[in-house]
């Protein structure tokens, strides 16, 4: 999911014109999520539970949230089945990292609530302009 979801997301952005937005807050998603594991390396906070550093945040969760988020609020606005089912991919994908050990529940939530921001908003790169979706209309 943590490829699979933003590749979707990516070919949706691709045919709705708007590749260069995602773009945008796909590489900032990244950079934010590399500069917070970087800062707090060797802190308590980015301890995993296997004693081992650069756990916070969790970079799959938030991968997978921002795909997800995308695809819910910019693909899939007018299908909340569709917009469910991408963020349980995307919730999966976060629990599986608490299961397998690799990072605790709160590194899991962080990463994820960093790819569910960057991934709903939009910043108007080439198109009308800034807002805020995460789909899910009933």
Known sequence: MKYGLPAVAAVCAARDDRLEDFAVRGLLHVAVVV????????????????????????????????????????????????????????GLAAASRVHAGEHTAQQAMTGALIGFSFGAASFGIGGEGAEFSIGMRF
Do not use: Q, V
């Open 35 to 90: 500069a917070l594991k970087s800062w707090t390396d060797g802190s308590p906070i980015s301890r995993r539970p296997s004693g081992e550093g650069s756990g916070f945040p969790s970079g799959h969760a938030s991968s997978a949230s921002f795909g997800a988020a995308d695809l819910a609020g910019k693909c899939f606005d007018d299908e909340p089945l569709a917009g469910a089912a991408a963020y349980g991919a995307a």
